[in-house]
């Protein structure tokens, strides 16, 4: 199956800071990325939809002004939480796919925020 | 009420028997994926469902559109199965995006 890629898997962050998070679809082009956020015990929540080329399309409830989201080309986007607090702390997944139906996930990157 | 509802929320079962972990939704899709999800967070996806019934290995998917319901079924488990598995749908109406369960915590005991 595809690959996708985040780096880092684990950062800690002095609260205030800015973490950037990269994803990476390693052999395919994605046309769309999706960003995911998980807390504790809970299910996987969308944070936005990004195209390649053109802004991220940003759900209900998400600070688009927080969560800057870049998708310069057809393997990379990032989401950089911008002013970091500690309930930013989550564990952050994204995916790509070609086709929005068949979503390839990568393998996550918790946010430690101090 | 949530869009996408897993059964049972926890599951521990003996090496050998066979599992199975249902999902009901409420929203009309266009698709419906199971994930695996280990204890480290990533993600694996194990099935794309339209229609019908899918078989990868020891893992045996299963829609029914028209009840809005869908098993994973895991034949002969074994410990390294034990994950959370969590089903997602593709929603048709609005923007197209996955809405998931709250996921199937299963634990296979030796």
């Known amino acids: 199956g595809a690959v996708v890629s985040q780096h880092p898997s684990r950062v800690i962050c002095k609260s205030g800071t800015s973490v950037k998070i990269e994803c990476r679809s390693l052999?395919?082009?994605?046309?769309?990325m999706f960003w995911y956020r998980q807390f504790p015990k809970q299910s996987l929540m969308l944070m936005a939809t990004?195209?390649?080329?053109?802004?991220?399309?940003?759900e209900q409830g998400v600070e688009k002004d927080k969560f800057l989201i870049n998708h310069a080309s057809l393997t990379l986007s990032t989401l950089t939480v911008t002013s970091a607090h500690p309930e930013d702390s989550s564990f952050y997944i994204c995916?790509?796919?070609?086709?929005?139906?068949?979503?390839?996930f990568g393998p996550g990157t918790r946010l430690t925020v101090t | 009420k949530n869009e996408v509802e897993q059964s049972p929320q926890n599951l521990t079962a003996q090496e050998g028997e066979f599992i199975t972990i249902n999902c009901s939704y409420s929203?009309?899709?266009?698709?419906l994926h199971w994930l695996q999800q280990h204890p480290g967070g990533g993600i694996v996806s194990l099935f794309m469902?339209?229609?019908g019934k899918k078989k990868h290995g020891r893992l045996i998917a299963t829609i029914n559109i028209q009840e809005k319901h869908s098993s994973l079924h895991i034949t002969a488990s074994h410990p390294r199965d034990s994950a959370v598995y969590i089903c997602?749908?593709?929603?048709?109406?609005?923007?197209?995006?996955?809405?998931f369960g709250q996921g199937t915590r299963l634990t296979i005991n030796p």
């Open positions: 995916s790509a796919s070609w086709d929005s139906y068949e979503q390839y």
């Open positions: 052999d395919f082009q994605a046309t769309t």
């Open positions: 990004s195209n390649e080329g053109s802004k991220a399309t940003y």
């Open positions: 929203v009309g899709i266009s698709a």
């Open positions: 469902l339209s229609s």
């Open positions: 997602a749908v593709f929603i048709i109406q609005g923007a197209q995006k996955l809405v």
